[in-house]
């Protein structure tokens, strides 16, 4: 497996979609559909990169990404915002929550695979100069 993945999303179709790109590409996925769900198994399965998504039924998807990144061992794990309803002023609300970067719903293929790679490759890179 190239890296565990967690998706926290209440849309199955926007999960399926998701599911079937990581898994094709040898990415290991983990799933919740609510926040709280998603915060306990951040916690517990310590995956390598988190898709966040923002409207969620509990806890939105800025109050989970700050619960994870107090979580010591999550604090440098990358999450990446997915929501289909961007407007102007979001990205900066997304990244003032502690979001890494952000991806615009429906995600293609191409730019889920770049953005896993370019967060993931750069984990890596500080590895080595550790
Ligand atoms: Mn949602």
């Given at each position: 497996m190239l890296a565990k993945i967690l998706y926290i999303e209440d849309n199955p179709q926007n999960m399926r979609l998701v599911r079937k790109i990581l898994q094709h590409s040898g990415y290991e996925m983990i799933e919740a559909t609510d926040g709280l769900t998603g915060v306990a198994l951040a916690a517990q399965e310590l995956p390598d990169l988190i898709l966040m998504d923002?409207?969620?039924?509990?806890?939105d998807g800025l109050e989970a990404t700050a619960r994870i990144k107090a979580l010591p061992q999550m604090a440098h794990v990358p999450v990446i915002a997915l929501t289909?309803?961007?407007?102007?002023g979001d990205r900066e609300r997304f990244i003032a929550a502690g979001c890494d970067g952000y991806l615009a719903k429906p995600v293609t293929r191409i730019e889920l695979l770049n953005t896993l790679a370019h967060f993931l490759g750069h984990t890596v890179r500080q590895i080595h100069y550790t």
């Open positions: 923002i409207n969620l039924p509990d806890i289909a309803n961007a407007m102007h």
